[in-house]
């Protein structure tokens, strides 16, 4: 079974820092997807940004990027510049590919606080 | 808006009862999964449906079960509810189920069970 592991239950920056949430996680498999969810306190689930683990190149969107390191089993988020409006818990979420169906393993989530 | 949507926001019932669920995936999506998000599990998969079959089973109890119908819409019935059942019960959609696709989320539904 595949395990998540995010270890920095609340994280809190100033306005415009760059702040970077750990993820790491447990697998067997060579073929899987990773995801980091947004949780606003409106407590809608909004995707961040997605990595497929068969990529070398670490994935980017906008002022979000990953730093994905297949071999230490690593999967960290970076937000860089953040915003009040990044306030929210962030969730890593994994998912093994191949055969077989499954739905998302998630991490249990680090709530992260941009301070004005 | 993700596009997928739930029924109802807020739901408050008793133990021992019955409730269902309802969520309505992306346009064009065939694939629906339900999700438990509750203070002392976190996020569970619970089940997932393709095109109105069943495709994989996660964390579900017994006690609760669902279906997709012909028109992709689908329901989670929880029945003989218990305290530890309050939770927040997200459904997600794809295109296809396939694993590389991204689940988008509906808003959820609120379960309060007193």
């Known amino acids: 079974a595949q395990t998540v592991t995010q270890s920095q239950p609340e994280m809190s920056v100033q306005e415009a820092e760059t702040v970077t949430l750990s993820c790491t996680y447990d697998?067997?498999?060579?073929?899987?997807?990773l995801f980091w969810y947004k949780q606003p306190p409106s407590r809608q689930m909004i995707l961040v940004i997605r990595?497929?683990?068969?990529?070398?190149q670490n994935a980017t969107e906008n002022r979000f990027s990953v730093n994905f390191q297949k071999a230490a089993k690593s999967f960290s988020l970076k937000i860089s510049d953040s915003q009040l409006g990044d306030t929210a818990m962030y969730f890593c979420a994994f998912i093994a590919g191949g055969g077989g169906a499954d739905g998302l393993t998630f991490g249990k989530g680090t709530h992260l606080i941009i301070q004005p | 808006d993700s596009g997928v949507t739930q029924t109802p926001k807020h739901l408050i019932t008793a133990t021992g009862q019955r409730v269902t669920l309802r969520c309505s995936p992306r346009?064009?999506?065939?694939?629906v999964y339900w999700y438990q998000q509750s203070l002392d599990q976190g996020l569970q998969f619970l089940i997932q449906y393709y095109n109105g079959e069943e495709r994989a089973k996660g964390n579900i109890l017994e006690r609760f079960s669902a279906q997709q119908f012909p028109d992709l819409h689908s329901e989670l019935n929880l029945s003989s509810l218990e305290l530890g059942d309050s939770a927040l019960y997200f459904c997600a959609s794809s295109h296809t189920g396939r694993k590389e696709e991204t689940q988008y989320f509906g808003p959820g539904t609120r379960l309060l069970v007193l």
């Open positions: 346009s064009g999506d065939l694939s």
């Open positions: 990595q497929e683990a068969y990529k070398q």
């Open positions: 697998t067997s498999e060579n073929n899987y997807y």
